[in-house]
């Protein structure tokens, strides 16, 4: 079974810093995806971004961006020019390619405090 | 608003009961999916569903059972409920198949007391 490991579960950050989240997984598939979605304290799931194992460039959405490393099973969350509005939980998910489900597997999370 | 809608936000209720949480997913969505939110077990995958069948389960409690009706929606049954089943439960929904991704409602908060 697949497992996601988030080893850092809280960080801080100062507005307009940068600050990375790691995530590592376990799997023996070599066809899937990578997902990080945040949860501020509305509980609201909301996706940030999305990265397919094949593809070797790593995902960038606006300020947020993956560090994919394949061979590492290894997949940090790199958060630029900090905002008050990222405070939140970020979770790493894993989900199979192999079809027949699209379930995702999370890890426990890491709570991210932004500071003015 | 991710187009998820799942009612109601908010249950309490007692040990012992029964309780039908409700997730109305995207439009044009066929999957649905339930995980649980709980402080000492995280976000955990329960059970999905594809255009009325089941098509994956996960850690459920025989306690719990969930079905999707011909207009798509799900419900999510909770019975005998005790302290630990007090937790938050998300729906989840896809159009299913590659390059695609989910959408989570908002959540039911569950308080058992």
Known sequence: AQTVTQSQPEMSVQEAETVTLSCTYDTSESDYYLFWYKQPPSRQ?????????????NATENRFSVNFQKAAKSFSLKISDSQLGDAAMYFCAYRSDRGGSEKLVFGKGTKLTVNP | DSGVTQTPKHLITATGQRVTLRCSPRSGDLSVYWYQQSLDQGLQFLIQYYNGEERAKGNILERFSAQQFPDLHSELNLSSLELGDSALYFCASSVSGRDTEAFFGQGTRLTVV
């Open chain 1, 45 to 57: 799931m909301i996706l940030v971004i999305r990265q397919e194992a094949y593809k070797q460039q």
